[in-house]
């Protein structure tokens, strides 16, 4: 099936310094959906990106999807311990049952 | 209010029993789901259950079978459970459309010994 990749799998970063995470698939995406989950919790809805460019920012978080709509980054400037936890993308229409099919997620690790 | 609220938060239990864990939304939502993340956090669909429709993930054992006794609920229940069954399941449900956004519970985490 349909699969979206997601990179880095780990990113440590120090307390204050930027951190992104990429999404990349092989076929178009019609639109991609950003979640984050922290330790022992469950995924939460950041944001979803529809538009060819779409550029959107929630505070810290900016997130982007690609002219092609085949890739999407989520950045976070000056990263804080709230930051802490797996960010995934999720492609809401390739899914097997219908459901979202999710990147294998970023962890982010924040070193004060 | 809890949005997506599903019980038990921990479950353990040897091999081969047959357990359930119980899923509820307040959102009034058409559609809900069941997810699996495994130990290294991968998250994959299993079941999405719309309007009496329910549409299954082939990848999935049909020792697990979802039930809804109404559209507020949907219950996992799996039968002889494998070692390998050992992940932490999450509900969620979602307005419906392909398009909006999913709201997760709580999640529980089974563990087969």
């Known amino acids: 099936g349909q699969q979206v990749m997601q990179i880095p799998q780990y990113q440590h970063v120090q307390e204050g310094e930027d951190f992104t995470t990429y999404c990349n698939s092989s076929?178009?995406?019609?639109?991609i959906q950003w979640y984050k989950q922290r330790p022992g919790g469950h995924p939460v809805f950041l944001i979803q990106?529809?538009?060819?460019?779409e550029v959107k920012k929630q505070k810290r978080l900016t997130f982007q999807f690609g002219e092609a709509k085949k890739n999407s980054s989520l950045h976070i400037t000056a990263t804080q311990t709230t930051d802490v936890g797996t960010y995934f993308c999720?492609?809401?229409?390739?899914?097997?049952?219908?459901?979202?099919?999710f990147g294998k997620g970023t962890h982010l690790i924040i070193q004060p | 209010d809890t949005a997506v609220s599903q019980t038990p938060k921990y479950l353990v239990t040897q091999m081969g029993n047959d357990k359930s864990i119980k899923c509820e939304q307040n959102?009034?939502?058409?559609?809900m789901y069941w997810y699996k993340q495994d130990s290294k956090k991968f998250l994959k669909i299993m079941f999405s259950?719309?309007?009496?429709?329910?549409?299954i993930n082939e990848t999935v054992p049909n020792r697990f079978s979802p039930k809804s006794p109404d559209k507020a609920h949907l219950n996992l229940h799996i039968n002889s459970l494998e070692l390998g069954d050992s992940a932490v399941y999450f509900c969620?449900?979602?307005?419906?459309?392909?398009?909006?956004?999913?709201?997760f519970g709580q999640g529980t985490r089974l563990t087969v010994v």
């Open positions: 969620a449900s979602s307005g419906g459309d392909r398009d909006t956004e999913a709201f």
């Open positions: 076929t178009t995406l019609s639109n």
């Open positions: 990106l529809v538009k060819s460019g």
């Open positions: 999720a492609d809401p229409t390739g899914g097997g049952a219908d459901g979202l099919t």
């Open positions: 959102l009034g939502h058409d559609t």
């Open positions: 259950y719309n309007n009496k429709e329910l549409i």
